[in-house]
């Protein structure tokens, strides 16, 4: 990393700690220096960076998110920001039938970086998230070592919803909870589940 993509990385994630505190909360593991995949629920364009803060800065160099490459390489800044501060994996949204939607991913995977990922595959309205997408349990199925950490963020998409552009400052928080992994023999439909339902449980409840 450069100089001045690390003093940008630097910035960024002070800024991101003053607008929304940034808080992470490990409650079923520790920050270690493990080869993971961290998969949330997904309600903002900071969601990643919200996550890529909460984390020890000496986790930040190996933990790559994933950013849609249409809009993140759409303008120079946005394009230098996700390539040289947070060394994003870029996937298509628009891609040939013959092009793997995971390669991005597997190759971050194979070359021992962890990553940020949100199963949902876009973001959402609801308070709960939709569905998971089946990339998970594939990349699950192909990496059997890598740990997966369920991760809720909490009023990020008060932070910035959708179709905003300026942040308003608004306490967050980020859980982490424990890793999971594919049980042998487990389906597709009853890992998503169980992954959606390890995110929804680390949702904070409100006091009785």
């Known amino acids: 990393m450069s100089l001045a993509a690390n003093l940008m990385g630097l910035l960024l994630a002070t800024v991101a ?39 020890p800065r000496e986790l930040r160099t190996r933990t790559r998110p994933i950013a849609a490459k249409d809009y993140w390489t759409g303008g120079r800044f946005k394009h230098w920001l996700t390539r040289e501060v947070f060394n994003a994996v870029y996937v298509d949204r628009q891609r040939s039938d013959d092009q793997d939607p995971l390669g991005p991913l597997v190759e971050a995977l194979e070359q021992g970086d962890s990553l940020v990922i949100f199963p949902e595959g876009t973001r959402g309205h609801h308070e709960l998230p939709q569905p998971f997408k089946s990339g998970l349990f594939h990349l699950a199925e192909r990496f059997p070592d890598v740990q997966l950490v369920p991760a809720w963020i909490d009023n990020v998409q008060r932070v910035m919803p959708k179709g905003e552009v300026v942040p308003v400052p608004v306490l967050c928080t980020v859980t982490f909870g424990a890793p999971m992994r594919l049980e042998p023999g487990e389906d597709k439909r009853a890992f998503l589940e169980r992954a959606r339902d390890a995110v929804v449980a680390l949702r904070p409840r409100a006091p009785a």
């Open 17 to 55: 700690r003053l607008v929304t505190g940034a808080q992470g909360h490990w409650k079923g593991c520790p920050p270690e220096a493990l080869q993971r995949i961290y998969f949330a629920n997904h309600q903002s364009h900071l969601d990643w960076v919200l996550i890529w803060a909460a984390l």
